[in-house]
Nanobody, 120 residues
Framework: QVQLVESGGGLVQAGGSLRLSCAFS????????MGWFRQTPGKEREFVAS????????YYTDSVKGRFTISRDNAQNTVYLQMNSLKPEDTAVYYC?????????????WGQGTQVTVSS
């Protein structure tokens, strides 16, 4: 099993920045890919960004390209999401996820989520 704990959410004004962190523990050697998702009430969970552990392959959803940066620290078993130029529509609960698979839509492990609120 793998456990994930997010931190770094909060309230910020539009145009501001936040950095989310996700610490992994447990069978971390099994993780091939890490990602961030977000969800607002009444909507499905949305993919935000992902990064592979072996070769740093990175993907972003179009709405965050140029504003968000995903990175990882394998030694610390941590993945980050730097969020700049935040907009009110970025308001959501952000979830960290991990997968044993290098690619594909499924993630086996999830964190508990951290709230990000962007005020206008």
């Amino acid at each position: 099993q793998v456990q994930l704990v997010e931190s770094g959410g909060g309230l910020v004004q539009a145009g501001g920045s936040l950095r989310l962190s996700c610490a992994f523990s447990g069978r971390t050697f099994s993780i091939a890919r890490m990602g961030w998702f977000r969800q607002t009430p009444g909507k499905e969970r949305e993919f935000v960004a992902s990064i592979t552990r072996s070769d740093n392959r990175i993907y972003y959803t179009d709405s965050v390209k140029g504003r968000f940066t995903i990175s990882r620290d394998n030694a610390q078993n941590t993945v980050y999401l730097q969020m700049n130029s935040l907009k009110p529509e970025d308001t959501a609960v952000y979830y960290c996820a991990a997968s044993r698979r290098y690619s594909g839509p499924s993630y086996e492990y999830w964190g508990q989520g951290t709230q990000v609120t962007v005020s206008s």
